[in-house]
């Protein structure tokens, strides 16, 4: 069963950079999925952030392509988000996803990451 | 690129049908047959209810069901039951290899 764990700080300061990661176990980062983040600002609904396969070049949206870095850790089994010059419009619950077969499943419990000085 | 359109709410009583829309364009949801729904409770994680359309995966309710036409994808409840309530979210892979979701459907079983 392949569950997902996010992890990082849960406040970023405005023009910060968000940094998160997503432990995976019960599969092999290095598995043909692509590892996903997904985000939920508070009350609203859930935008596609960006995805990576383990080798290879990330894919992002268009609108978060110039502040977002995906990348993967094969040696610790986990994948990573950082986006750059954050204001309140990321304050947002952040989620990590294995895609794959053109659907997301399963989704890590989400961590929600409020950016405030 | 735009969200997907999603109505703003639906609701049915138990024991009835609802259905859920989510309208694209030919660069997403009409160009191709990667289309999922996702079922969000309050306060959890989303949910995979329905993906490529109409492939349901293991686990989930026969009560769920989908479709597409044109640029329009559909999610079907039937038999609607109280922990049906939920937000609904579609998603569609587009042509420029990234992924779109709807705004979202709140279903309230009344």
């Known amino acids: 069963q392949v569950q997902l764990q996010e992890s990082g700080p849960g406040l970023v300061k405005p023009s910060g950079t968000l940094s998160l990661t997503c432990a995976v176990s019960?599969?092999?980062?290095?598995?043909?999925?692509?590892w996903t983040w997904v985000r939920q600002p508070p009350g609203k609904g859930l935008e596609w952030i960006g995805e990576m396969y383990h080798s290879g070049s990330p894919n992002s949206s268009p609108s978060l392509k110039s502040r977002v870095t995906i990348s993967v850790d094969t040696s610790k089994n986990q994948f990573s988000l950082q986006l750059s010059s954050v204001t309140d419009a990321d304050t947002a619950v952040y989620y990590c996803?294995?895609?794959?077969?053109?659907?997301?499943?399963?989704w890590g419990q989400g961590t929600l990451v409020i950016v405030s000085s | 690129q735009s969200a997907l359109t999603q109505p703003a709410s639906v609701s049915g009583s138990p024991g009835q049908s609802i259905t859920i829309s989510c309208t694209g364009t030919t660069s997403d949801l009409g160009g191709q047959d990667h289309v999922a729904w996702y079922q969000q409770h309050p306060g959890k994680a989303p949910k995979l209810m329905i993906y490529?359309?109409?492939n349901r995966p293991s686990g989930v309710s026969h009560r769920f069901s989908g479709s597409k036409s044109g640029n329009t994808a559909s999610l079907t409840v039937s038999g609607l039951q109280a922990e049906d309530e939920a937000d609904y979210y579609c998603t569609s892979y587009t042509s420029t290899s990234t992924w779109v979701f709807g705004g979202g459907t709140r279903l309230t079983v009344l």
């Open positions: 019960g599969a092999s980062i290095s598995s043909n999925n692509w």
């Open positions: 996803v294995k895609g794959g077969g053109w659907r997301f499943d399963p």
């Open positions: 490529d359309v109409t």
